[in-house]
């Protein structure tokens, strides 16, 4: 069975149409395929970098923690993270916070250092506290840090105060002593003559009383 040419140019038409739409239907698939692949790679990249930077901070992180914490890391010297803690609690300090230390320093130096009274000084002192009409004296005398302040009373009148403190003016010049201790430092120095007050306070910390004191020396 014979075909005339001009069917014969369809058929050969069509069969390269077919091939042409297949092959261009071949190469977009391809072209998705290697997009889709790039972009899986971009993405896992831009995952490493995310990661890394992750790491990064963490660890940045973890080290101004230690340096708050005083926790220690694998290889980093106790001693260091010790100083970087107390280099950090001394900026935070006021003024008077570093004061009121000092003075806490100082009176326990006094206390083992002090010698005791003889029984002749503790007469003659229970003798001039009677004579003072508040019922308390204060000795002074010169400190390598301040001054030594010693208050001598009468238990009586101040049995139902739990704290007292020294004051000039609205500055306070000693640290918050237990009325049972009967030394302090005054900070600054003072001089035997300078009137002073004494500051006598209830367990809450509350202030009852104030007495005007003139420091004496023995």
């Known amino acids: 069975m014979k075909i ?3 069917k014969r140019n369809i058929i050969i038409s069509l069969l390269v149409s077919i091939v042409l739409i297949v092959s261009l239907v071949l190469l977009l698939h391809k072209s998705k395929v290697d997009k889709d692949a790039a972009s899986i790679k971009n993405k896992k990249s831009a995952d490493i970098e995310l990661n890394k930077d992750a790491v990064k901070k963490s660890k940045a992180n973890s080290t101004i923690d230690n340096s708050k914490t005083g926790v220690v890391k694998s290889g980093e010297n106790k001693a260091s993270v010790a100083n970087k803690d107390i280099t950090n609690k001394g900026k935070a300090q006021t003024a008077q916070q570093k004061q009121t230390i000092l003075l ?3 009176n326990a130096k006094i206390a083992a250092q002090e010698k005791p009274l003889t029984a002749a000084q503790v007469k003659d002192e ?3 506290v009677k004579s003072s009409k508040d019922g308390l004296v204060v000795f002074i005398k010169a400190a390598n ?3 030594t302040a010693e208050i001598v009373k009468d ?3 101040f049995s139902s105060y739990k704290y007292y403190q020294f004051s000039i003016g609205n500055k306070n010049i000693s640290a918050l002593e237990s009325i049972s201790k009967g030394k302090t430092t005054l900070f ?3 001089e035997a003559g300078t009137e002073v007050v ?3 306070l209830d367990q809450n910390k509350k202030v009852i009383k104030e007495l005007n004191i003139k ?3 023995r």
Do not use: Y
């Open 104 to 106: 806490i320093q100082q």
């Open 215 to 217: 420091l004496s020396i």
């Open 145 to 147: 840090f301040g001054s």
């Open 4 to 6: 005339d040419r001009k």
């Open 188 to 190: 600054p120095a003072q």
């Open 198 to 200: 004494v500051k006598f």
């Open 126 to 128: 229970n003798i001039k």
């Open 155 to 157: 238990n009586k009148k």
